[in-house]
Every structure is written in structure tokens, then in C-alpha cells.
């Protein structure tokens, strides 16, 4: 199937080019003076956490067109990004905690960041457990429908919490309406990383999304 | 080497195996008859 070969070649374009990262991050990126090379966890905590969110918002734009235009494809595409964005967000609670351990003296800590980006995680999980639960598709796509836009609807609360809490979490220091506040080499770093981890994105969601297709053919034709 | 090292390469080896390891099982589901 073409739209399966598409996605693994955009999946493996991502996977060298997070090779390259890498070497960009740990080579050619200056240490920071007070976190040494701890900080450098900045390049790949951040990206992934951008991608999780983003997979969750996608989520929650196709479950508002299903809801509107019932398109099976948006279903479809919700599933795929959720899954995906369950990978992203896993790497996010597994680097943020390993970042935090030299910086703040502990790995985790019940702030309000913290909290709410382990519940986006939770609620990835809720969503495919969801699936996995109900067999009429339409049920279950309106279902997860609602349930992704519930996802959409917690992204903000995650953006602005470092903003309306107290956290020992950081606020950003590139999206935010001022100028970033990171120096040029550092962020071009971060800026490649992000790109090479939104392609990967695109070619897990592609290839997931092509699977879910050859699975409803299949069980169409059985 | 500079400070806090190896918890930059755990952060960095992790990331790698989660991605990989993604990859993989996709690959894996297109191979299932």
C-alpha cells in the first residue's frame, strides 16, 4: 500500500535525522554554565512535549469534525495521532523526571505542570483503552470523539499553568510573546530538533493511519 | 566531562529506544498477515 511506504520512509528520514540531533545537540551546542550537561535534555524534553501536545490538539480538531461532518478518515486519523502522541508523551514523563533530578533535587514533584502533563498521558491512555472497549464504530468513534475533544480542551491549562501556579517548572523560553530568551546556537538546536521530531510525527501517524485502513479492509472482505 | 553527564545520556538513550522501539512495532503490525 503506497500510503504504508510513505509513511516508512518519512519514519525512517525521521529516525536519521534525530541521529543528526543528536550529534548537533551533544557536539556542536555549547554547555550551559550552571546545569552542565543536563540542559542538553532541553532538546529532546521540549520537542517531544510540543509533539504530544500537538498530537492530542489533532486528536481533538478530527474528533470535532467527525462530530460535525461523520468522516470515518477524522476517526481514523484521531486514533492514529493519540497512539502517536502516547509515544511522544512517554518520552516527555521519562525525560522531564531525569532532567529534574540534578536541577531541582527531585524526580517528580505534584505541581501543576507536572500534574496536568501526566494526565494528558492519562487521557492518551483512557482514550486507546476507550477503543479497545467499544465495538460498534460508530459508538466509538462519537465516544472518542468527545473524549479527544476533552484532550483539546486541557492544552491550554497546560501552557498557562507554569503562568497561573506556582511550579518549580520553568515558563517558556521560546513561546512566549516575547523574544526567545536562548542563545542563536541553542536555538537552532531546539528549532531542528523540533522539525525532526514533527516529521516523525507525520510518518508514525501515516503509518498508523495506513494500518487502521488495511484493517477495515480486511475486515470488510472477511 | 562536564557535570550532571549521565543523566543526559540516560535522557538521550531512552528517547532513542522509545522512537526506535515505536518504529519497530510499527514495522512489526505491516509484516502481520
Known amino acids: ?222 | 566531562m562536564p557535570e550532571n553527564t549521565s543523566y543526559m545520556v540516560a535522557a538521550y538513550v531512552i528517547t532513542a529506544a522509545i522512537l526506535l522501539g515505536y518504529a519497530i512495532v510499527l514495522y512489526r503490525r505491516t509484516l502481520k498477515p
Do not use: N
Open chain 1, 1 to 222: 500500500m503506497r500510503l504504508l511506504k510513505t509513511g516508512r520512509w518519512i519514519t525512517i528520514v525521521g529516525l536519521a535525522l534525530l541521529a543528526a540531533v543528536y550529534v548537533r545537540a551533544l557536539a556542536f551546542t555549547p554547555v550551559e554554565r550552571f546545569q552542565g550537561a543536563a540542559q542538553k535534555i532541553y532538546y529532546i524534553h521540549v520537542p517531544s512535549a510540543l509533539c504530544a501536545m500537538l498530537a492530542m490538539g489533532l486528536v481533538g480538531v478530527a474528533g470535532i469534525l467527525y462530530l460535525l461532518i461523520k468522516d470515518p478518515r477524522f476517526d481514523r486519523f484521531g486514533e492514529a495521532s493519540a497512539e502517536v502522541g502516547t509515544a511522544f508523551s512517554l518520552v516527555m514523563l521519562t525525560t522531564g523526571p531525569i532532567w529534574a533530578k540534578p536541577i531541582w533535587g527531585t524526580w517528580w514533584t505534584w505541581d501543576a505542570r507536572l500534574t496536568l502533563t501526566l494526565f494528558l498521558f492519562l487521557l492518551f491512555l483512557g482514550y486507546l483503552l476507550l477503543r479497545g472497549a467499544v465495538t460498534d464504530p460508530g459508538l466509538r468513534a462519537r465516544y472518542s470523539a468527545v473524549l479527544g475533544i476533552c484532550g483539546l480542551a486541557l492544552l491550554p491549562f497546560i501552557h498557562l499553568s507554569v503562568y497561573l501556579f506556582r511550579t518549580l517548572h520553568p515558563q517558556p523560553i521560546v513561546l512566549k510573546p516575547s523574544a526567545p530568551s536562548l542563545p542563536g546556537e541553542m536555538l537552532v538546536t531546539l528549532l531542528f530538533s523540533f522539525l525532526v521530531f514533527t516529521i516523525l510525527y507525520v510518518g508514525f501517524v501515516t503509518q498508523r493511519y495506513a494500518l487502521s485502513l488495511l484493517r477495515e479492509q480486511a475486515e470488510q472482505h472477511a
